[in-house]
């Protein structure tokens, strides 16, 4: 059982350039998510989906954009990259507590760097 | 909106000193909360949760307990090892699926 997978680990990009970064879980988990992380700062949640086919707007969106065309896949895609996206993304997936409250299993992360 | 504050870092002990890492937060109802911990160059990983008032969650020596009268969720741990060295970050869950709401993260630094 991996849990959440991202590649790549590293990327360096220039301005202007795109990417897409891959995320994968294999837990059968309906909810996942995107979050970035600035140096000193918590994470700010990027993009958010519920389920196949289901995307939605977080915190910090702009910039970026997603798609969900299977439960175990969320990609998020750079289109032009700019400096202000130099950040560590981090990819989650979640299950249903007792509650209706989720708990999050996040992946190891990816450092992009936009020179 | 819903909100995490937590004590800003470093924070530097020994080893074998008494840890506290306080962290209160602002919501609206009744929120699930979390302590997870990230070791350098990893993701997160959760360290404990309580989903109720007067819970206690613990794992590894680590406690902390939810008390909505002070709006808190403190962490402590009796002895530290130098490999509890890592950022630690207070999280709330409100109950919707749109994520976690994070605290800055307090980097702990244990000296041996």
């Known amino acids: 059982n991996a849990g959440v997978t991202q590649t790549p680990k590293f990327r360096i990009l220039k301005i202007g350039q795109s990417m897409t970064l891959q995320c994968t879980q294999d837990?059968?988990?309906?909810?996942m998510y995107w979050y970035r992380q600035d140096p000193g700062m918590g994470l700010k949640l990027i993009y958010y989906?519920?389920?196949?086919?289901?995307?939605d707007k977080g915190e910090v969106p702009n910039g970026y954009n997603v798609s969900r065309s299977t439960t175990e896949d969320f990609p998020l895609r750079l289109e032009l990259a700019a400096p202000s996206q130099t950040s560590v993304y981090f990819c989650?997936?979640?299950?249903?507590?007792?509650?209706?409250?989720?708990?999050?299993?996040f992946g190891p992360g990816t450092r992009l760097t936009v020179t | 909106g819903d909100s995490v504050t937590q004590m800003e870092g470093p924070v530097t002990l020994s080893e074998e000193a008494f840890l506290t890492i306080n962290c209160t937060y602002t919501?609206?109802?009744?929120?699930?909360l979390f302590w997870y911990v990230q070791y350098p160059g990893e993701g997160l990983q959760l360290l404990l949760k309580?989903?109720?008032?007067?819970d206690k969650g613990s794992n590894k020596g680590f406690e902390a307990t939810y008390r909505k009268e002070t709006t808190s969720f403190h962490l402590e741990k009796g002895s530290v090892q130098v490999s509890d060295s890592a950022v630690y970050f207070c999280?709330?869950?409100?109950?919707?699926?749109?994520?976690?709401?994070f605290g800055k993260g307090t980097h702990l630094i244990i000296q041996p």
């Open positions: 999280a709330l869950s409100g109950g919707g699926a749109d994520g976690l709401t």
């Open positions: 309580a989903t109720k008032a007067d």
């Open positions: 919501a609206t109802g009744y929120p699930s």
């Open positions: 989650a997936s979640s299950q249903t507590l007792a509650g209706g409250f989720y708990e999050q299993y």
């Open positions: 837990m059968n988990h309906n909810y």
């Open positions: 989906s519920v389920g196949a086919g289901i995307t």
